[in-house]
């Protein structure tokens, strides 16, 4: 079971880092995938991360606003966010799966098997 955590009220140009851990399955063999979700749409890729590898992914219009980092002790990911706005307001997810490691496929929600709770991310301007 995955579990997102860390959200929160925050003002715009602060900063929030969010986790994600999982229960009973590590994340050695899979990718593991940040997604937020505004009201009223659908969900939006934010950044991953291969395990293994730790090679790192993130989507364009975010890089340099974001850090996705792990604790391999603890099986826990995180997301760093710096300079919110409130634009960024959300339900932010985490998700793992194992489709592949191109850009194209951690992109895509669909090649995600497991997804946590989400966590909301609410920035007040």
């Known amino acids: 079971q995955l579990q997102a955590s860390g959200g929160g009220l925050v003002q715009a140009g602060g900063s929030l880092r969010l986790s994600c851990t999982a229960s009973g399955r590590p994340f050695s063999n899979y990718v593991m995938g940040w ?52 634009e960024d307001t959300a339900v932010y997810y985490c998700a793992m ?9 951690v992109r895509s929600t669909e090649s995600y098997d497991y997804w946590g709770q989400g966590t909301q991310v609410t920035v007040s301007s």
């Open 97 to 105: 799966g194992n489709r592949g490691d191109s850009f194209t496929y």
């Open 35 to 86: 997604f937020r979700q505004a009201p009223g749409e659908g969900r939006s890729f934010l950044a991953a991360m291969k395990w293994s590898s730790g090679r790192t992914y993130a989507a364009d219009s975010l890089k340099g606003r974001l850090t996705i980092t792990r604790d391999n002790a603890k099986n826990t990911m995180y997301l760093q966010m710096n300079s919110l706005k409130p």
